[in-house]
């Protein structure tokens, strides 16, 4: 007698990363010399777990009654104005908002999938995208359907993008789109304007005909060059779509473990987006009731308290400028090797194309080099390795992919 149901009896029980990640600690524990570039956190150049003091700080003098107490189940009130101002402010979209609080980006992702589609229904991504987007969406029994992200000339494939959507719409009568941008992981990529304005297009052709909503997963956002431009190509769809946003408190505050993230939502309809907001807070009394206080509370204040804020933005300017300057290393070691990969500007992860990424992989961990192997490429955390290791990484890559 089988006592789990069919799709439940035979799931995997870790995530791969996550097993990469532990192989690899284990070997560098025996003294054995490892360059571990599967991690999606930011390290010090000495391994060690880079973090933003005043962060630390702020949560440390968190009122101990506020910490402890149930935060309010949608989020705690400030924290959702705050993140909601720091994010959109400057533009039409602050006015057409509505939160809520999620454990992690991850809650946000799986808000969007389980509100904005029904069962049996799929999401649209490229095709070079995070794993666990599909992990999640087969834990609510949805889908998930990819374009083709790159074009012979190494921009988006904007043409399969458009196909992919009005096949998608015609199929489920419904959109639902995720976008992973700036700083896509796992590629690395950040789309041009040119490209954003392309891809507003294409989902304002759609938004006309189907119900549509387009998800940015910005959580790398903190890391990109530009961080604002991309909002001004979203702001034409609310009058007909639903415009996304998940946010992590993760990689910009340096507290994965902490999980404070937040899914907002925008739309120029006040009666869809008070639905949107009742849909919010009953999806989070459905599921994890309600998010961390004390991480809620230190984050608002964060983003209200002048001199706090610029504390933490000065402590995150030398983490961005500790990244840029592996991004900097890698580009500069692999010139004149074979090594293919999108244009990398900055972000947590690079993607290295391979014909046999599995293969590549496992060469590389017989000379201690870790990477994530996925569909036709490896990802490569540079988030994780010390600038000092950047070269060897590169030589070790150059060898070891075809």
């Keep these: 007698m089988n006592l789990l149901p069919d799709r439940n009896a035979s799931r995997p029980g870790d995530d791969p990363i996550f097993a990469l990640n532990r192989e690899a600690t284990q070997r560098r524990a025996t003294g ?3 360059i571990n570039a599967t991690v999606g956190a ?3 150049d000495d391994g060690s777990l880079a973090v933003l003091p005043s962060v630390v700080d702020a949560i440390r003098e968190v ?5 402890a107490a149930y935060a309010p189940i949608a989020g705690v ?6 993140v909601t101002r720091d994010l959109l402010g400057g533009t039409s979209l602050v006015d057409q908002a509505v939160a809520c609080s999620t454990p992690g980006g991850t809650g946000a992702l799986r808000h969007a999938l389980s509100i904005f589609l029904d069962h049996r229904q799929s999401m649209v991504t490229s095709s070079f995208y995070w794993g666990p987007y599909a992990t999640l969406a087969d834990e609510h029994e949805r889908g998930v359907v990819t374009f083709n992200t790159f074009a012979a000339d190494g921009g988006i494939d904007l043409a399969a993008f458009e196909r992919t959507l009005a096949e998608t719409a015609a199929k489920q009568g419904r959109l639902l789109v995720f976008l992973n941008d700036p700083c896509h992981n796992p590629t690395g990529y950040s789309m041009t304007r040119d490209e954003w304005t392309a891809v507003s297009g294409i989902m304002r052709e759609q938004s006309q ?11 790398y956002l903190a890391y990109a060059r ?3 431009s991309f909002l001004k190509h979203l702001e034409p769809l609310t009058d007909k779509a639903a415009v ?3 946010w992590s408190g993760s990689k910009a505050f340096t507290q994965y473990g902490a999980r404070i993230g937040a899914l907002i939502a925008c739309t120029a309809d006040a009666n869809t987006r008070n639905a949107i907001g009742r849909a919010l807070a009953w999806a989070c009394r459905g599921t994890w009731s309600n998010c961390n206080a004390a991480g809620q509370h230190a984050v608002a204040r964060c983003l209200a308290d002048a001199s706090l804020r610029a504390r933490v933005d000065g402590e995150r300017d030398r983490l961005r400028a500790l990244l840029d300057a592996r991004v900097a290393a890698f580009n500069r070691a692999a010139e004149g090797t074979a090594l ?3 244009r990398y500007d900055g972000g947590f992860f690079v993607t290295v194309f391979a014909r046999d990424a599995k293969a590549a992989a496992e060469k590389l961990k017989a000379r201690g080099v870790f990477t994530v192997p996925q569909a036709g490429a490896l990802r490569v955390a540079l988030c994780s390795v010390a600038q000092s290791d950047v070269p060897a990484l590169v030589a070790a890559l150059d060898e070891s992919v075809v």
């Design 226 to 228: 530009d961080q604002k």
């Design 42 to 44: 930011l390290l010090e």
């Design 32 to 34: 054995e010399k490892i």
């Design 63 to 67: 009122n101990p009654l506020k910490a």
């Design 340 to 342: 293919r990969y999108p």
């Design 209 to 219: 005909r189907v119900p549509t909503a387009v998800l940015a997963d910005v959580a």
């Design 244 to 246: 996304l946003f998940a």
């Design 77 to 82: 009130p400030e924290f959702l104005g705050e």
